[in-house]
């Protein structure tokens, strides 16, 4: 069965202070639950934040990698290096990442192979533009990019997987998918997956959604039977907010 997961992409934000203030204080605050929680803070805070989070049910993830393994990618980190201080599930593919890193389906397509070949989890996010809605383009969009980065994998490496639909035109504006929206999304998502592979993976992969989650309309979203959790910006990086969102699911 696919789990309910709740993640918090902290992206740009948060020095190490800031970082382990947030972390006590969503440790005390966590609220009992069977939904998975994780955090996805900067890459030089992680290996604090795992440190900090050791005897917590709370996981630090990473929120990209390099696909090489070792070698000169200046400024770059390994999915090695990742495992190493206890990290192995790590965010590919964020609207972010496309849109201001160059990176192409091509790209996050060797980055979701180098991870699965060290066994690591991939939450795989992916989405379309305003323009794509609004042309009526968006489904034909979504299917290309899971197909471009995903239909290669087998049945074994799809349990590795987390999809994190993201329609670029509601990440950090305020403006959210309606829980119907989303919802048709989702299961045109795991019918697509269906028909390239079969039922079996469609219903077992965890299908998170993402852009503008608050505690607002987190239950709302959270209710519709093919979203399986959320992948929330802005609102994890306020304590209570996310502890909020966290007891939505
Ligand atoms: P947001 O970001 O919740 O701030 O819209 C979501 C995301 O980028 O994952």
Known sequence: M?????????????????????????SAKLPDTTAEVMVAPAFVNLNAAVRHLESSAIEVIAQNMHFAESG???????ADMLLSIGIDTVIIGHSERRAYFGETDEILAKKVTAALAKNMRVMFCFGEELEDRKSGNHFDVVESQLKNALFSLDAQQWRKIVLAYEP????????????EQAQEMHAFIRKTIAEAYDNSIAKNVSILYGGSVKP??????????????????????????????????
Not at 6 to 22: D, P, R, S
Not at 72 to 78: K, P, V
Not at 168 to 179: H, L, M, Q, R
């Open 168 to 179: 670029v035109w509601a990440i950090g504006t305020g403006e959210t998918a309606s829980p």
């Open 72 to 78: 000169a990618y200046t400024g770059e980190i390994s």
């Open 2 to 26: 696919r789990s309910k997961i709740v993640a918090g992409n902290w992206k740009m934000n948060k020095n190490i202070a800031e970082t382990e203030a947030l972390l006590v204080e969503l």
């Open 216 to 249: 607002a309309n987190a239950a709302e979203i959270f209710s519709k039977p093919d979203v399986d959790g959320g992948l929330i910006g802005g609102a994890a990086l306020v304590a209570d907010d996310f502890v909020a969102i966290i007891k939505a699911i």
